[in-house]
């Protein structure tokens, strides 16, 4: 597709399950990056990858998010154990380059919402 | 990254200009400023951006002061469809985007 592709769109979870969101960045897309919007607030960052390497992970909430990004085109964040603070939309982003200034311009998908019972 | 002001919520009449405000008066001189936005239920969408001078793209205006302490979106003709959430960033667009609480805004018919 043209798009930023997320899936699955919904994911209902019972608390301490694992659960698993695919995103398929723009093809060719360097840059792609994770956020979690909590209901009413704005996206908050949550790692950054460039290519297959993950240059910055510091927004991840606790250990039991994990990103990968192993061939440096599809990404999957990871939640371990999921709590019900972590019910969210999960919304990916990609970007042409390795910095967006060129652009300026971050390509997002429509999100993965998660709630957790 | 420069933390950013912007008003919770506006109104602006369908057909009228929507002129959205930003402060960003601790802006560095190789940060830029970003405009996203963000209809319900879709990701954010890019909007425009600039460092010093104006800039007019398809979709909006944005005017930067000459002391790049503040900023202002205008959408010339907003319809119904411009509702949302307009997110104002300052950036060196080097590092990931932090988005703020953004201003709300809604267009009435």
């Known amino acids: 597709g043209a798009g930023v592709s997320q899936s699955p769109r919904y994911k209902v979870a019972k608390r301490g399950q694992d659960v698993a969101l695919r995103c398929d960045p723009i093809s060719g897309h360097v840059s792609l990056f994770w956020y979690q919007q909590a209901l009413g607030q704005g996206p908050e960052f949550l790692t950054y990858?460039?290519?297959?390497?993950?240059?910055?992970k510091s927004g991840l909430p606790s250990d039991r998010f994990f990103a990968e990004r192993p061939e440096g085109s599809v990404s999957t964040l990871k939640i371990q154990r999921t709590q019900q603070e972590d019910s969210a939309v999960y919304l990916c982003a990609s970007s042409l380059g390795g910095r967006i200034t060129n652009t300026g311009e971050l390509f997002f998908g429509e999100g993965s919402r998660l709630t957790v019972l | 990254d420069a933390k950013t002001t912007q008003p919770p919520s506006m109104d602006c009449a369908e057909g009228r200009a929507a002129n959205l405000p930003c402060n960003h008066s601790?802006?560095?001189?190789?940060?830029?400023v970003y405009w996203y936005r963000q209809i319900h239920s879709q990701g954010p969408q890019y909007i425009i951006h600039?460092?010093?001078n104006n800039e007019t793209n398809e979709m909006a205006s944005l005017i930067i002061t000459e002391d790049r302490k503040s900023s202002t979106l205008i959408l010339p003709h907003a319809t119904l469809r411009d509702t949302a959430v307009y997110y104002c960033?300052?950036?060196?667009?080097?590092?990931?985007?932090?988005f703020g609480s953004g201003t709300r805004l809604q267009v009435q018919p």
């Open positions: 990858f460039q290519n297959e390497a993950q240059l910055d």
């Open positions: 600039g460092l010093k």
């Open positions: 960033i300052v950036n060196t667009g080097r590092r990931a985007l932090t």
């Open positions: 601790t802006i560095s001189g190789n940060e830029y």
